[in-house]
């Protein structure tokens, strides 16, 4: 985000992605900016984000906007592991026809939060350490996060870190309702 500075009119850029925005802090050369103030950034940001929002409006009703689909392996997994007669062996064999998810998935499972005495060789020792319902939701996360690739560096750190955010949330809430049913 940019700013003006009030002193000299000097485009000066503004840390929101690095810094809560109360926090946000401007300097320029002419020692006149300082600090801003929480409303001057929010209102800022929500003229910003109607402008994105119009834009993907428009450019979704004109056909120009083209929305990712999730790859076929989503859904085959998801349904495989919501079918009692699907194990693990069946599975795998669709995971392993994406070498980025059986390898990513690979990686999870021998990871702290479920590595085990024994690494997780192959993507069937995966998917059983994993249990299925994580498989489901682990695999909608990996393959959903490569939709989401952008060529400005600015916005890809941004969604980087809502996307951080967001699976700290999931997994919070996950750990959080799994004690209150206990």
């Known amino acids: ?8 009119s000097a485009r000066l850029e503004v840390p929101v992605l690095d810094v809560p925005l109360e926090q946000a802090v401007i300097s320029c050369d002419c020692g006149v900016a300082g600090r801003l103030r929480f409303e001057q950034v929010r209102s800022r940001m929500d003229s910003a984000v109607a402008k994105l ?3 993907l409006r428009q450019d979704l ?13 989503v859904l085959k997994v998801e349904r495989m592991a919501r079918d009692e007669n699907a194990g693990a062996p069946e599975i795998a ?11 990513k998935l690979l990686k999870l499972a021998n990871s702290v939060l479920y590595r085990g005495r024994v ?7 995966a998917i059983a350490r994993l249990g299925m319902a994580n498989l489901r939701d682990y695999v909608l996360a990996i393959l959903s996060r490569e939709l ?8 890809g750190r941004f969604i980087e870190r809502l996307w951080e955010h967001a ?8 750990e959080l309702a799994t004690r209150m049913r206990t």
């Open 167 to 174: 699976i700290t949330v999931a997994v919070a809430s996950r």
């Open 119 to 125: 690494e997780a060789r192959t993507v069937q020792q």
């Open 61 to 73: 009703e004109s056909n120009r906007l083209k929305l990712p689909a999730l790859p076929d392996v």
């Open 1 to 8: 985000m940019w700013l003006t500075c009030p002193g000299c």
């Open 53 to 55: 929002t119009a834009r």
């Open 148 to 155: 989401y690739v952008v060529a400005d560096p600015a916005l």
């Open 93 to 103: 064999a669709v995971v392993e026809r994406d070498p980025v998810l059986a390898t």
